[in-house]
T-cell receptor
Framework: GAVVSQHPSRVICKSGTSVKIECRSL??????MFWYRQFPKKSLMLMAT?????????EQGVEKDKFLINHASLTLSTLTVTSAHPEDSSFYIC????????????FGSGTRLTVV | AQKITQTQPGMFVQEKEAVTLDCTYD???????LFWYKQPSSGEMIFLIY??????QNATEGRYSLNFQKARKSANLVISASQLGDSAMYFC?????????????FGKGTRLSVIA
């Protein structure tokens, strides 16, 4: 239980285009979703926290106009990378809080974004 | 601010041997939780073990145990009887128990390589 389905798992896009990443909670309601970014062989860095029905809270240094987060329902949170550049290439992973998982956190399977 | 430090970028261990991955943390809060996650090359985050700040006994989960030394603010992961499938990135993480949903904060990780 407490599965977060993240799509796509891999995406290649051209510079200047936008890419949307979806995290969908399949069997629980995710009122809060955390979005992380991970550079190769590096740690997971928190980008933002999204709460259903309200604006996301972004970490310092994260461009909110570039990384648009929407959490319009209790089962879906999306991250849109706008006007993507090669330096946006990274691994993006979402995480939700849930009582259905031991100690409360469940993760999506991640999205590997490559901008060419 | 909370901070997780993992000082070992990479570790090697012989198959069937035990290995300790180091983690120290910094927090001024009294109530917190410490996690260890395994991240194979696929990118998924696999929960291994949890230690609460008020837990008096060290946590154990099968071949995983956590050497929790609160006064030293360390939470080292011990993997016994290493297997080839244990080769992966390992992340130490912490959460604070405050009101609302708080995210996990991750260390930089340790890449473990198990040698046959």
């Amino acid at each position: 239980g407490a599965v977060v389905s993240q799509h796509p798992s891999r995406v290649i896009c051209k510079s200047g285009t936008s890419v949307k990443i979806e995290c969908r909670s399949l069997d629980f309601q995710a009122t809060t979703m955390f979005w992380y970014r991970q550079f190769p062989k590096k740690s997971l860095m928190l980008m933002a926290t999204s709460n259903e029905g309200s604006k996301a809270t972004y970490e310092q240094g994260v461009e909110k106009d570039k990384f648009l987060i929407n959490h319009a329902s209790l089962t879906l949170s999306t991250l849109t990378v706008t006007s993507a550049h090669p330096e946006d290439s990274s691994f993006y992973i979402c995480s939700a809080r849930t009582v259905l998982r031991r100690y409360g956190y469940t993760f999506g399977s991640g999205t590997r974004l490559t901008v060419v | 601010a909370q901070k997780i430090t993992q000082t070992q970028p990479g570790m090697f261990v012989q198959e069937k041997e035990a290995v300790t991955l180091d983690c120290t943390y910094d927090t001024s809060d009294q109530s917190y939780g410490l996690f260890w996650y395994k991240q194979p090359s696929s990118g998924e985050m696999i929960f291994l073990i949890y230690q609460g700040s008020y837990d008096e006994q060290n946590a154990t989960e099968g071949r995983y145990s956590l050497n929790f030394q609160k006064a030293r603010k360390s939470a080292n992961l011990v993997i016994s009887a290493s297997q080839l499938g244990d080769s992966a990135m390992y992340f130490c993480a912490m959460r604070h128990y405050k009101t609302g949903n708080t995210p996990l904060v991750f260390g930089k990780g340790t890449r473990l390589s198990v040698i046959a």
